[in-house]
């Protein structure tokens, strides 16, 4: 790919690049109804630009460059909810809708060299819009137990589709994080949580599913003396295999042991 004045030539097409300058700001109205109780309003204008990667790197010839990507341009609106009910229950939600242009998404291109393989090629959507709602209640109920959850699900539409862009690659319908704190003879405290993640797409023609899957993490902290603090943990407790993207499996069960020192 060589420069030509303003303009990039790639073999037999010539690209114009135009300069990005994009304007953010946010907004809100927050409403105390008592003391413990409030709700808000809130609307915020963001841009994402493309990255040098997606724009010119072919990624070790995985990825087709695409140095005409624009950047997305989203107006979100939030309406959310902050309250503490019978003294031992905070709870944080908030119903959101996000419409964005120019959604940056990988779809499949012909190789150059092999027209029978695939590379992943970053383009703009039109619009798309994505939309839903977060709970995040916590719970203290005295100082040997504790506990909190997070909660979210998730959903989208492409106004455009193009190019077979059926859906969102990577985007879970649910989310959700839970955890417990619980503590004995005021030194140990144990900290087990539940971590799940809802099946998405893992390409944009929407032909394929990664599956669901549920973690278990345990954490064991003991306090030694006034300045030391103790903790093991496993992570992955049941050797769940996962991939959060295709063809790329996490760690399994893990162990960790740390010393804290404070001063």
Known sequence: MKKLGSAYYADHFI????????????????YQITPDHEVRLTYARKNHFPTMSQRYSTRFGRSFPNPSLGPEIASHFELGYHGTLLGKLTVNTVVYYSLITGKIVSVGWPSPNRPMNSLDYAKNLDRSAFYGFELAPEWYGNEYCSGGLSFSV????????????????????????????????????????????????????????????????????????????????????????YEIKQYFPLAGRVFNLSLEAKY
Do not use: C
């Open 154 to 241: 998730n959903r989208y539409y492409i106004y455009h589709s193009e190019n077979n862009v059926k859906e969102i690659p990577y985007y879970p319908m649910i989310t959700a994080n839970a955890y417990m704190v619980l503590k004995a003879l005021r030194v140990l405290s144990i900290l087990p949580r539940l971590e799940y993640l809802d099946s998405r797409y893992v390409n944009t023609e929407g032909e394929k599913k990664l599956p669901a899957y549920v973690l278990a993490h345990l954490k064991l902290s003991a306090s030694l003396g006034k300045y030391l603090v103790l903790s093991a943990g496993v992570e992955n407790l049941f050797d769940t295999l």
């Open 15 to 30: 690209i114009r690049t135009k300069p990005m300058f994009l304007m953010t700001w946010q907004a809100g109205v927050f």
